[in-house]
């Protein structure tokens, strides 16, 4: 067999194409505007559709088992979606409005603690040794600046956000999208894999649809472990701060849920306003905050995952730091929060091809 016929010739040129045509598109940029803008168009819709099959599936598979029709499994998967989000806005929506509200008008006067704390460090420094001294001046003169360029704008920013999220054409769109789409992933889901394997050799199906499948399994498992065990350490955090009499607490723990979607850092994301509101309520509390939410990592870590989530990414901690600050810095928050599962997919394909070609190397 000639150097040409074998696979790993065939897969050097295949590289180098590709990296040839993204050469030429960023010599070129003009060419990927359309394709960018649409990308951004419906980027989020079919990320939340996406979140939403695979937490339906089940419930639909289900219905499906007990004869239920495949349309009257997925209306009732439509109508347990609006329960929840209505049973949730009815029940903790008043009671988060009005926390809300309250640490809003606090801001001020935590920024003037802050302030307080110091100018009294500022007035005492030479009390401390020197290299003491030059650390607390740096460090207090830069929470300062810091303050005063953003003190005022906080809570008006943190309110042009939610506007700007919840604008109303945008907040149409994806209510007539997202249904759209979560419809027809639950309807022909089935059939994705079949037609991406139509496209490669008879002999290569197989492969394919063994891969497709593991990639399947590997976000299924993502996405439902992720968020099952996100809300249960909502529910810890929340019993915690209620039990130290934090203020806010449910809207420091349903912080505290949403951000445990990041990976590795979310904890210490948790971590950051629920300990400076412990600090201004009574400073006592933030020693408290910081041992629920150890406990809170431990219990999760050390039993929760494990069981619901099992071993099924495998990535070791360190590639899990790099692939975050490496999505962070190129792609901000969104990067942050898509990369390990993104890593997860890819290194299922990768590993699937590397044993392809060790069973049949000649090639």
């Known amino acids: 067999m000639s150097i040409v016929e074998k696979r790993w010739f065939k897969g050097m040129i295949a590289i180098l194409l590709f990296l040839l045509i993204l050469l030429l598109l960023n010599k070129n940029q003009y060419i990927l ?41 997925i209306l009732t998967a439509y109508a347990a979606i ?32 802050v302030n307080d704390f110091i100018a009294y460090i500022q007035e005492n ?76 050799p008879r002999s290569k199906k197989e492969h394919v649809l063994r891969i497709l499948k593991e990639m399947d399994k590997t976000i299924s498992t993502y996405i439902q472990g992720q968020m099952l065990v996100s809300v249960i350490v909502g529910v810890l955090l929340f019993i915690g701060y209620l039990l ?20 590795f850092l979310g904890p210490y994301i948790a971590v950051i306003p629920a300990f400076l509101v412990a600090l201004f309520q009574k400073p006592i509390l933030a020693l408290y905050v910081a041992i629920i939410m150890l406990v809170a990592q431990q219990i999760e870590g050390n039993i929760i995952s494990p069981n619901i989530m099992g071993k099924s990414l495998n990535i070791h901690p360190v590639t899990i730091i790099v692939l975050i600050l490496t999505a962070g810095n190129l792609m901000g928050i969104i990067g942050v929060i898509f990369v390990i599962p ?22």
């Open 244 to 263: 130290i009499g934090l203020n806010y607490s449910l809207v420091l723990a349903m912080f505290g849920m949403f951000t445990n979607v990041i990976p």
């Open 125 to 200: 420094r030479n009390t401390f040794p020197n290299f003491v001294q030059e650390g607390l001046v740096t460090a207090s003169e830069e929470i300062q600046s810091r303050l005063e360029a953003s003190g005022g704008k906080i809570a008006s920013g943190i309110l042009g956000i939610f506007s700007f999220i919840g604008g109303f054409i945008n907040t149409v769109f994806y209510l007539v999208l997202v249904p759209f789409i979560l419809f027809y992933m639950l309807k022909d889901s089935h059939r994705f894999a079949p037609s991406v394997a139509m496209f490669f």
């Open 82 to 113: 609006c329960l929840f989000f209505f049973g949730v806005i009815r029940l903790v929506g008043p009671i988060i409005t009005d926390q809300l509200e309250r640490f809003m008008d606090n801001v001020p006067a935590m920024f003037s603690t």
């Open 342 to 363: 993104a890593y997860a997919i890819v290194k299922v394909l990768v590993v699937n091809i590397v044993k392809i070609y060790r069973a049949d190397p000649e090639q």
């Open 33 to 73: 505007t359309p394709i960018v803008v649409l990308l951004k168009t419906i980027f989020l819709p079919f990320v939340v559709a996406g979140i939403l099959f695979y937490l339906c599936r089940p419930l639909v598979e289900w219905l499906i088992k007990k004869k239920v029709p495949k349309w009257a499994a």
